[in-house]
């Protein structure tokens, strides 16, 4: 329940902020693919507007050319009034009908709009690089779909039709009386503009402090959450008394936001109303006069003295006009809202997408007995080769490693050598052969998180990267499969710059599994499955006996059926890492990473975990990030980072020989965290 | 699938809840406001009396004044108008200021009595709620009776009286007339509210599939290293679409159900002013339009401002049964918070000092509910005597952390009876007991704050030397000192901007400064090196050796110097004794040791 509503909270402060130029006429332009439907509303709007305002005017009219002549009348003819009645009963019809159609359309219309923002946000997001996610909350992306795309929903459902249709009544009114007289039309327009400024002053304050209340409901929600979540702590340390003063004081502070936001929202209102009623007085004291008087008048109709009849219609349609401004001032907040949300939509699906310039692709192939002839199959080999387009000779990757120097460029010589390549230079085998050289790269340009990094890891070898915190070791895992793109360097996989690689296809050679677990609210199998969609069950249970997870998922109460909810909040730690190595076993891919997939899981639990990953592991190059040192102890190479840099590399015997950094982190003399 | 929607509050939600207990329970909440909340309906009523009545001032305004051409009359007329709009106008602003005061005040006091209950309750009453419903329940159920409350306070004595007056006048006017509202209220009150009733629960399962949308876009983007590095991008766009869909639909649904509202209303004003139409027109030609013998036209241009008057206030009505049928759930689950009793409270007559550090447990079993099947924790038997030092180790599950939190009465046993300083903690004053068993718990919790601050819940009347002290024995003085602020050093939320090693350094330190009989370390020490943990150790050892200190760690090493270690095992205890001695006896004991120590092995290669 509460997903729904508690963004809003924290939202306040956003939602004030003006709507980007160009919002509107966007947010229209989803509006109108909807264009007859529009076009049937705007008319239905206009005829059941028509139609009120008959009713208003209807009853002047009614009392004065049919009621009134048959007074007094001995045999009155009510012929013509029957007439009149059925004459307006129709027009009420027609206004009923028109207003009933309008709504019906309006929610498709609506609805339809919202839908077609909303998948086009989706299917944006999904492009998105890495990056965005990072600098943006997930509050916030999430307020997209729900804040934004609410306040959207009822502006376009309620504000924009009824203050469409109050602006049609209002100009009918306004036209009604110009035709009657011009003098008291500018009065009553420059009475509403004074209107309007006093309506825009008080909705303004009332959105500052609407502003400070959400503000303050964030400040007490947070506080409320770290109060509750640490209830332990509070508990342990007899602290009630002390919380619950700190407590009281944010609660009195929202109570003062809120108490003033909501008397500015409430007096709007009366405000308006009795404003109009004034209007109404100064107008019957001044038609009075000129009624009395016999002042001259003007109007479109043209120019005579002013007659009672012209009064008492100038004053009824004063409350016409003045109604639907003061409806139309009111809806001004919502509306301004809406747009502010709009254009935080349209700025995310502004935001560029991951570029993907790579033409190399991954294939299945079949490979001869020589080695290096390769036939691409349309069906899993156990064998992947990258695919080169036709017009790429394969040696732009060795033009780049030309330029460079040292160690980096003998590195970046001897991929090529390894590569084993088909004589037509078309397919490489795939191995997983990962070369760095000179790479640099910081999640802030300016900032450099690796320096000059040069590396290679050969096919089938077993890599770990060790370090404390903020050494880099995720950084090195996040450039392979470009989640990020490194500022200089070369990335080689295989003997091809990684940027040459169509980027689904370097994904898919490359599996993955997180110290963050994410799965997805689904069954067991539809989670495993996730990896490769065309998976039988089969595959999907062969891949968790291979990983050590079928024992505990067959004593799940469903077994693979079982459904798992908000990230698999049912299961421990291990069980849900143990299902995530799954997911990465049935993808089935050349290379993986494991990035700390075991740091949150008790030693003992680690010892199954471990086991699955070592089948998962076998015959694939792996990139391992541990938190414990005892999982890496078996790599063929650990390479020891600190602040972004390579400071010692060897297997685990070698590295405990050197009593370096390694020795000190293994033997728990430093600390990892 | 579950229902994820009610996931909060169903398992208080099926607890009888008689309405009219509930109504005045909330109520209690009004207190100071209760001046305001009485105030606010007044000032409404005055208002919407007025509103009743200034359109017949209007009309007096120009029938005798501008259809009299009488000057006199119309500034007489216009002055009680002006006179009229002006005590209407105060009115709206005083009722409005009262409801906004008595509903935000409202909802002041119900957060306080919710946060104070809250704050009275044990962990069992917690758990049956959930952290996160509780949050809920304090925030956006609040939020929902506020606006609720600040409704019924206003339009809902509004709408109520403007129907009741207003039929009152155009009763006085015609009799026979009125008497089609009679027909006519009805009918539109049962069809609005009929077609609210009707799509509540199409709306209600709209949230629910908002919900679900919600949980696809967090999951999306929580796990979008997942979807990229499996290239499941169409994949979700795909599972977004058909939610998407589906919202599209029902909200379709429910919407075009409710286009029917309008047109309802607008018809039946239409149905009203053709009828009084027909029938005015008849009276007035039989009354010859004098007031003196029947109806007029001024009052046929009255009755139909009362028609709109009347069938608007409906209209209002229909709104606020929505809202009350909304927020009755928000009413229920906070009224639910407020009727728990909590289970761990208070004994009559409590015991004011602590002995000593001696714990004694005696066939202790623990369940977290009374449902549950298994016991977490089943009959254990343990002598702890003052001033000693215990381990307890035992794989994730095996209930070590449960045995702990009934020492310091986080929860209660189920059976069995569980002895500090030689009494039942039952019979101890709550927070007499805690001030003497200190926990640092698992999850580390700083608050935001200063260091100092946070150092303070141990002791609020600590000097900095004693807090310097502290630090010192957790090792933790010295990075301390090296931040620019030192001791002044803000916390962010959660101590996010402290390392893991630091977080728990400080949190022992802080649990040090209680200087209390019994000292807990669950698992505290967990991401310290083991060299800044052993020197710890040996700070207990000789600063506080009169301090009981029971520590439960994942390593062997942190506990190997214990006088006793407790090996535990899916809520028993399989083993108890020193290092060498469950090396010899304790299988599991030895294996994990075993799996721990190959490090040192290789060390000495």
Known sequence: MSKRNVPSQTKGLQAMQKATPGTTKRLFSYIFEYKWQVAVIVICIIVSAASQAAAALFLQTLIDQYILPLVGVTNPDWKPLIIMLTVMCCLYLVGTFASWLWSWLVVKVEQGTLKNIRDHMFAHQQLLPIRYFDSNGHGDTMSLYTNDTDTLRQAISQSFPQMFSSIVSALAALAAMLWLSIPFSLFTLVFTAVLIVIVRRIVTRSGMYFVKQQHAIGQVNSFVEEAVNGQKVVKVFNHEEATAQDFYRRNEELFEASSKANTYGNITMPVVGNMGYMLYIILAILGGIAGILGWNDFGLAGSGPLTLGAIIALLTLSRSFINPIGQVSMQFNMVMMALAGASRIFAMMDEPIESNDGSVQLVCVEVDSDGHTMHEVDHETGHWAWKRAADDDGTRSLAAAAKLKGAARQVALKAKEEAITSADGRYTLVQGDVRFTDVTFGYNPSKPVLHDITWFAKPGQKMALVGATGAGKTTITNLINRFYDIQEGQILYDGIDVKNINKPDLRRSLGIVLQDVNLFTGTVLDNIRYGRLNATDEDCIAAAKLTNADSFIRMLPKGYQTVLERDGSGLSQGQRQLISIARAAVADPPAMILDEATSSIDTRTEEVVQKGMDNLMKGRTTFVIAHRLSTVRNADVIMVLDHGRIIERGNHEELIAQKGEYYQLYTGSLELE | ?605
């Open chain 2, 1 to 605: 699938m579950t229902d994820t929607a009610e996931e909060t509050g169903v398992v208080v939600r099926n607890q009888t809840s008689q309405p009219r207990h509930l109504i005045s329970t909330l109520l209690r909440s009004l207190r100071q406001y209760t001046k305001a909340s009485l105030l606010a309906p007044a000032y409404v009523c005055v208002e919407s009396i007025l509103e009743i009545a200034i359109p017949t001032v209007m009309a007096a305004l120009i029938d005798y004044g501008v259809s009299a051409q009488s000057m006199p009359n119309i500034v007489k007329f216009g002055l009680i108008l002006f006179a009229c709009s002006l005590l209407s106008l105060f009115s709206g602003f005083m009722s409005g200021k009262y409801a906004a005061i008595a509903s935000s005040g409202f909802a002041k006091n119900l957060r306080n009595d919710l946060f104070d209950k809250v704050q009275s309750f044990s962990f069992t009453n917690i758990d049956r709620f959930s952290t996160g419903s509780i949050i809920t329940r304090l925030t956006t159920d609040v939020t929902n009776l506020q606006n609720a409350y600040q409704m019924i306070i206003r339009i809902g004595v509004r709408a109520p009286i403007m129907v009741i007056v207003a039929w009152l006048f155009s009763f006085r006017i015609s009799h026979s007339i009125s008497m089609i509202f009679l027909f006519v209220i009805p009918i539109l009150g049962f069809g609005l509210i009929g077609l609210s009733v009707w799509v509540h629960p199409i709306f209600e399962k709209i949230f629910h599939t908002y919900d679900n949308l919600n949980n696809v876009v967090e999951e999306n983007v929580q796990g979008i290293r997942v979807v990229k590095s499996y290239n499941r991008e169409e994949f979700e766009d795909k599972k977004f679409g058909r939610i998407s869909m589906s919202i599209y639909r029902a909200f379709c649904r429910a919407e075009h159900i409710l286009s029917f509202t309008v047109p309802l209303l607008n018809f039946c004003i239409y149905a009203v002013l053709l009828l009084i139409s027909w029938m005015g027109a008849q009276q007035i030609v039989a009354s010859g339009n004098n007031a003196a013998h029947g109806l007029t036209t001024g009052d046929l241009t009255a009755l139909v401002t009362y028609t709109l008057q009347i069938l608007m206030a409906m209209n209002m009505i229909s709104m606020i049964v929505v809202m009350i049928i909304i927020s009755q759930a928000s009413a229920e689950r906070i009224y639910q918070v407020l009727v728990e009793e909590s289970t761990v409270c208070n004994p009559e007559h409590p015991r004011m000092t602590v002995v000593d550090g001696s714990v004694h447990f005696d066939h202790v079993s623990f369940r977290y509910s009374d449902s549950s099947e298994k016991p977490v924790l089943d009959d254990i038997n343990l002598d702890i005597a003052s001033g000693q030092t215990i381990g307890i180790v035992g794989g994730t599950g095996s209930a070590k952390s449960s045995l702990v939190q009934l020492i310091a009465r986080l929860y209660d046993v189920s059976e069995g009876s569980l002895k500090v300083g030689g009494f039942d903690v039952r019979d101890y004053d709550l927070e007499v007991l805690r001030d003497q068993v200190s926990m640092v718990l698992q999850k580390n919790i700083l608050f935001s704050g200063t260091i100092a601050d946070n150092l303070r819940w141990g002791n609020p009347h600590a000097s900095d030397e004693e807090i310097r002290h502290a630090c010192a024995l957790a090792e933790a003085d010295s990075f301390i000192q090296e931040f620019p602020n030192k001791y002044n050093t803000y916390i962010e939320q959660g101590g996010s901007n402290v390392s893991g090693g630091q977080r728990q350094r400080l949190c022992i330190a802080r649990a040090l400064l209680k200087k209390p009989k019994i000292l807990i370390l669950d698992d505290s020490t967990s991401a310290v090196d083991t060299k800044t943990d052993q020197l710890i150790r040996r700070a207990f050892r000789e600063e506080i050796p009169s301090t009981t200190k029971i520590i439960i760690s994942q390593r062997v090493a942190s506990v190997e110097e214990a006088d006793m270690i407790v090996v535990m095992d899916s809520g028993r205890i399989l083993n108890c004794g020193n290092h060498k001695q469950l090396l010899e006896t304790c299988e599991e004991y030895r294996s994990i040791y075993v799996s721990q120590t190959r490090n040192q092995d290789q060390e000495e290669e």
